[in-house]
């Protein structure tokens, strides 16, 4: 049963923007949105990366690579979580996944391709 959707991936130049958007229905976002929601992102060959992440409160974090970059926002209104990139760069080509946790269980997105070419 899907319960999370991503979208607006895309392929970009390097420095080029992308905003990913992560859909969820009313009843079952708010309990994602209760116990903190993030954005993944798995390159080829490499394991899935932990991006951003936002708490119930609003409070955010960040990886290292992608502070200052990237920002993770949440509308509860719109049952949306969104990741704005900017200034992308080639090290950031990956599959983006959108995750949100309910009973103790993981929920993944099937995940948006972001391709950046130098």
């Known amino acids: 049963q899907v319960q999370l959707v991503e979208s607006g991936g895309g392929s970009v130049q390097t420095g080029g923007s992308l905003r990913l958007s992560c859909a969820a229905a009313?009843?079952?976002?708010?309990?994602?949105?209760?116990?903190?929601m993030a954005w993944y992102r798995q390159a080829p060959g490499k394991q899935r990366e932990l991006v951003a992440t936002i708490t119930s409160n609003g409070v955010t974090d960040y990886v290292d690579s992608v502070k200052g970059r990237f920002t993770i926002a949440r509308d509860d209104a719109k049952n949306m979580m969104y990741l704005d990139m900017l200034r992308l760069k080639p090290e950031d080509t990956a599959v983006y996944y959108c995750?949100?946790?309910?009973?103790?269980?993981?929920?993944w997105g099937q995940g948006t391709q972001v391709t950046v070419s130098s």
């Open positions: 009313r009843s079952v976002f708010y309990l994602f949105a209760r116990n903190g």
């Open positions: 995750n949100g946790q309910k009973s103790g269980v993981d929920y």
